[in-house]
């Protein structure tokens, strides 16, 4: 069965770079902390291939993403946005960067198909 496309046209340059290097901390952070294996290996290049098409969007390659690679970008927004709330004290700056990783979660979660999420994906 194919998986569904997602297209992206609704993304900005600057959300699409902050996109990037998240996911690129969400992946050296995966890579740190579970052992390894053929499957951490697989999930590296997965998550590297995600990076390269997010870049391509840049690029104005009409590169759409598939449910796999919407969900590593909700759990790289959910890891890095813990890491922010532990690491980094309180602060207006602290506060406007979780926000727009915030409003980039919501953004995300509504190009997820209804029934992935339903289905408990």
Not at 26 to 32: Q, V
Not at 65 to 75: G, N, P, R
Not at 89 to 108: E, M
């Amino acid at each position: 069965m194919e998986e569904q496309q997602t297209p992206l046209a609704t993304l900005s340059l600057n959300e699409i770079s902050a996109l990037s290097i998240i996911l690129q901390f969400y992946e050296r952070h995966l890579w740190m902390t579970t052992m390894p294996s053929a499957k951490r290996s697989q999930r590296s290049l997965e998550i590297t291939a995600v990076t390269v098409k997010l870049l391509l969007l840049q690029q104005g390659d009409p590169a759409t993403l598939t449910e796999q690679d919407l969900a590593y970008v909700q759990a790289a927004l959910r890891m890095f946005i813990s890491e922010v709330k532990k690491k980094i004290l309180l602060s207006d700056n602290r506060t406007s960067l979780l926000a727009s990783c915030q409003q980039l979660q919501i953004l995300f979660s509504n190009l997820i198909p209804k029934e992935a999420t339903d289905k408990g994906e």
